[in-house]
């Protein structure tokens, strides 16, 4: 089992919906969460960070913990053709160092 | 703003070589990384440090080593450069237990 899941896509949404991004986990000690957004071609861009469960708001996107099941989305509301990238979930598991763990991705087309 | 500075965009290296992708960050940031990008595959880690002259093994690091001399730059070395390694090459670094702030990469073709 990979450390972090994603699925791969392409998630094809059209403009001015809204967006589900998933990311399971196995480590069930992890404690911080990242996505990051990467354009074709270039490095990835963080969007948004998450410790604790529940939600966290950042304009049009919205990051969900649930520890228990072990799983963080993200979640980006009126969608725009710009939108269009890969999202990574990276995870921390914790200990005395700060390794981050990455997905493979899930990229999103968004349709004019 | 943060700055991660990988010292070259495009690289192309023949088989055999010794390699040096050069990083650097601006930020005093204690934790440094270097990843490998290929389609399918995701980001895989090649190594990191959590200090000068500290170093742990990723998850890929055959064939590769690292150096970190001084706080603000990391190295990693291709002992002898194969075509399996080609590949984008991304530099991260992060303060302790925050997030990674990368590099715009650096994509080698070894051939």
């Known amino acids: 089992q990979k450390e972090v899941e994603q699925n791969s896509g392409p998630l094809s949404v059209p403009e001015g919906a809204i967006a589900s991004l998933n990311c399971t986990y196995s480590d069930r000690g992890s404690q911080s969460f990242f996505w990051y957004r990467q354009y074709s071609g270039k490095s990835p861009e963080l969007i948004m960070f998450?410790?604790?469960?529940g939600d966290k708001e950042d304009g049009r996107f919205t990051a969900q913990l649930n520890k228990a099941s072990q799983y963080v989305s993200l979640l980006i509301r009126d969608s725009q053709p710009s939108d269009s990238a890969t999202y990574l979930c990276?995870?921390?598991?914790?200990?005395?160092?700060?390794?981050?763990?990455f997905g493979t991705g899930t990229l999103l087309a968004v349709q004019p | 703003d943060v700055k991660v500075t990988q010292s070259s965009r495009y690289l192309v290296k023949r088989t055999g070589e010794k390699v040096f992708l050069e990083c650097v960050q601006d930020?005093?940031?204690?934790?440094m990384f270097w990843y490998r990008q290929d389609p399918g595959l995701g980001l895989r880690l090649i190594y990191f440090?959590?200090?000068?002259?500290?170093?742990e093994k990723g998850d890929i690091p055959e064939g590769y080593s690292v150096s970190r001399e001084k706080k603000e730059r990391f190295s990693l070395i291709l002992e002898s450069a194969s075509t399996n390694q080609t590949s984008m090459y991304l530099c991260a670094s992060s303060p302790l237990r925050t997030e990674a702030f990368f590099g715009q990469g650096t994509r080698l073709t070894v051939v």
């Open positions: 990276a995870v921390n598991p914790g200990g005395a160092t700060n390794k981050l763990i």
């Open positions: 440090s959590y200090d000068v002259k500290m170093k």
């Open positions: 998450i410790y604790s469960n």
């Open positions: 930020m005093d940031h204690e934790n």
